[in-house]
């Protein structure tokens, strides 16, 4: 392998320097790499090479059969121009060539001399190949010897028909899986927009209340039992950090407690915004109907509020500690009083 640019031909050695060239071979692949030094401006290079037993020599016809842009380049390509010179002039009547590729941006055509090949905008997944057919006349006989007996210009043009059709095939059942992909997308649309619909009706809006009434009178709770006590019964008589909230609810609706939000504090550059809740204490003072459990939490509250704390969050934390642990034992001693 050579290659030469406008200051000469370069020297092969692996160093990488300006004016060297490097070959790496592997099974399949030859990586042939040059460097040199520009800046904003075009070079052209020649690189030459000897292909081994490329060529099917028939007994009157040959044939070469060459990728000349594969489909795994780094990049794609704006143009293409190759010209395939014989050894011996023919006439232009007895040369045949073949394209595959891109079918619609590429051309092939004979001379006297040989072929001429032109493509354009070739992607990096996309190839162009060259079939040129061409008698054996054109070698000495001395140089080279048949090696495909069989070869003849019918075969090559069987083989050709052959590629057009199954061609043909993949492009009609291509365009068929397109024709049935965009009904599928339309479906799929549709039944999309039909299950939204369903589930929106079925669980995304509010049920209409049955019955007869004002709207103030369908929002009134069906019965008068605290809110904790309700959520007690209907947990299996267990205790949560729910049933402390919902006291907590209803005694801010009752006028005991004032629940107030603060601007949301950042601890940090990389946490998010948390919203901050406080509970201010009013005056009013305790009614004689209040529950045991509704008494503990005003004075809870009371209790956390002189040592300093008003965040909904640390005074919960500290008030259903200590309401718990009552709860538990008072549990316990029912059991025991049971037994």
Request: charged share 30%; proline share 5%.
């Amino acid at each position: 392998m050579r290659i030469s640019g406008p200051g000469g031909p370069f020297v092969h050695e692996n160093s990488e320097r300006p004016g060297t060239f490097l070959v790496r071979r592997s099974d399949d692949m030859i990586d042939f790499r040059w460097f040199f030094e520009a800046e904003d401006e075009r070079r052209t290079f020649t690189i030459s090479y000897t292909l081994e037993e490329a060529v099917v020599v028939g007994p009157r016809w040959s044939e070469f059969f060459w990728t000349w842009l594969g489909d795994d380049r780094p990049k794609s390509n704006d143009s293409l121009s190759v010209r395939l010179d014989l050894p011996r002039a023919v006439p232009a009547d007895s040369l045949h060539p073949w394209t595959r590729g891109v079918r619609d941006r590429i051309t092939a055509s004979a001379h006297d001399g040989g072929f001429e090949l032109t493509a354009r905008s070739i992607d990096d997944h996309e190839s162009v190949r060259l079939r040129a057919v061409f008698p054996t006349s054109v070698f000495r006989r001395d140089s080279v010897s048949v090696n495909d007996a069989a070869f003849s210009l019918a075969s090559a043009r069987q083989d050709e028909q052959g590629y057009r059709e199954r061609r043909e095939e993949q492009e009609a059942y291509n365009a068929w899986l397109a024709g049935i992909g965009r009904k599928l997308a339309v479906l799929t649309a549709v039944l999309s927009i039909g299950a939204f619909v369903y589930f929106y009706r079925r669980w995304g809006s509010r049920h209409p209340v049955s019955g007869t009434g004002s709207d103030r009178a369908s929002l009134v709770p069906p019965s008068r039992e605290k809110p904790a006590l309700v959520g007690w019964l209907l947990g299996n008589r267990t205790t949560t950090g729910g049933h402390l909230m919902a006291t907590l609810l209803d005694l801010a609706r009752r006028g005991y407690f004032n629940l107030r939000e603060r601007s949301p504090e950042k601890e940090g550059w990389l946490t998010q915004e948390k919203p901050v809740f406080t509970i201010a204490s009013t005056d009013k003072e305790p009614e004689a109907d209040l529950l045991p459990w509704e008494a503990d939490m005003l004075e809870l509250r009371a209790l956390q509020a002189r040592r300093g704390g008003n965040r909904a969050q640390r005074a919960l934390q500290a008030a259903f500690q200590r309401l718990l642990r009552l709860v538990q034992r008072l549990e316990e001693a029912d059991q025991i009083a049971r037994l």
